[in-house]
């Protein structure tokens, strides 16, 4: 006890006056004061080492030894640096009272000595315990386990005496004796989530508006298509950095609106009628029509898909549209025929022959926005590729055949 007095007495003259200072003048609030883990005998005189490597700093305000444990007072912007040396020199955790310890990880610390001897000394202390302490994971690696070892050889001293060679070990273990994690971030489980779609009270409305508007003698057909769904899920997440703080709530997006119509347009036409009759054999009538049809096809998409939280953690929030308009135009023509052979009473063909030739291609276009600080966004446009067709149907005595040709007159473009 003398003897450890005597080490530290220059210590603490070097330390009183800082002591002094602390008696007379509060600490500003950016000065923390960091506190290890319990000190064994073994480690005082490494422990005193760095005490004295910490005085040389101007930023180390107070340094020393209380009940065992090493403490420092020192400004935060220093605290990683008085961890990282404290760590690696003492293997002891350090941290500051003002910071959470998740999780809190209580070890034991045991150390074991032996010695073996080539004439036949054979020493073990076995495991013995030399303190415990708290390791808190947010702030360091675990304490691990270490092996010293060293060799030496005793010369005889007689003539003819054989040399001693001795190996001295020296082991430590730490063994968990608790975990606590109650300062840890804790999120709650539990979300809420809402979900919509279309009615179909909509969906019937745009039908009976189709069906109106296939009346007008120009439009031959219209169809109306709408779909829409939607969820917003909110919860909490603990996501930042820093294992103790508070829990972020987020939002998670899911919304997806597509609607399009379908409009088949008869440009008026042109229409023949024919007759002829030979000498009382046969008699033909057929009527010859020809007309251009446009189809249009317009429809749109939109959908937001992503998470979004109410404070620092990384989420993004995808706004998509896009829009395609489709376009065929094409001619069809058409015979319908009636053969009558009047020397064959009640003998009749029908005879029918149309034929469809067009166009069709669509353009379209879409766009994004990426919301996470709402930098991101883009598009792009195309078009499809222009395809000519050809249809031929011929209809005789109830057989029917047909024939269709397709044609790519230009293909499509897209710079997505």
């Not at 008699?283 to 979004?308: D, F, R, V, Y």
Request: charged residues 20%.
């Amino acid at each position: 006890m003398k003897r450890l007095i005597k080490n530290i007495g220059p210590l603490i003259f070097l330390l009183l006056p800082f002591v002094l200072y602390a008696g007379q003048e509060k600490y500003p609030e950016e000065l923390l004061k960091l506190t290890s883990g319990s000190i064994d005998k073994s480690e005082l005189q490494k422990t005193r080492s760095l005490l004295e490597y910490f005085e040389q700093f101007s930023f180390v305000r107070e340094a020393g030894i209380q009940q065992d444990r090493l403490f420092v007072i020192t400004d935060s912007d220093n605290i990683s640096f008085i961890k990282q040396k404290t760590e690696s020199y003492l293997k002891l955790y350090i941290a500051a009272e003002d910071e959470c310890c998740c999780p809190k990880t209580n070890y034991d610390k045991f150390t074991r000595n032996t010695l073996v001897c080539s004439d036949g000394t054979n020493e073990d202390s076995g495991w013995q315990p030399a303190g415990s302490f708290e390791h808190c994971g947010n702030m360091g690696e675990p304490p691990e386990g270490s092996t010293d070892c060293e060799t030496n050889t005793d010369p005889g001293d007689h003539f003819g005496e054989d040399d001693v060679t001795c190996t001295a070990c020296s082991y430590v273990k730490y063994d968990i004796t608790g975990v606590d994690s109650s300062e840890c971030c804790k999120a709650s489980p539990l979300t809420t989530t809402v979900s919509i779609s279309v009615p179909a009270e909509i969906e019937s409305i745009a039908n009976s508006v189709a069906g109106m508007a296939s009346a007008a003698p120009m439009i031959s057909e219209m169809e109306f298509s709408l779909e829409g769904q939607g969820s917003l899920t909110k919860g909490e997440e603990c996501c930042l950095p820093d294992p103790c703080a508070e829990p972020v709530e987020w939002e998670e997006y899911g919304f997806s609106v597509s609607a399009g119509v379908s409009v088949t347009v008869n440009v008026p036409g042109w229409s023949w009628s024919f007759s002829h009759q030979w000498n009382g054999i046969y008699h033909i009538h057929a009527e010859i029509s020809l007309g251009p049809k446009i189809t249009l096809n317009p429809s749109g998409t939109a959908s937001a898909t992503g998470k979004k939280y109410n404070g620092d953690c990384p989420g993004c929030v995808t706004f998509n549209l896009q829009a395609t308009v489709g376009l065929e135009v094409k001619f069809e023509g058409k015979i319908e025929a009636v053969i009558e052979l009047e020397i064959w009473p009640y003998k009749t063909w029908e005879v029918e022959a149309s034929a469809e030739m067009g166009a069709q291609t669509s353009i379209s276009a879409k766009g994004y926005k990426k919301c996470c600080v709402c930098t991101g966004q883009g598009g792009c446009v195309g078009y499809g590729s222009l395809e000519g067709f050809a249809r031929l149907t011929f209809v005789f005595m109830g057989k029917s055949f047909s024939k269709e040709w397709l044609i790519t007159i230009m293909p499509g473009w897209s710079n997505c």
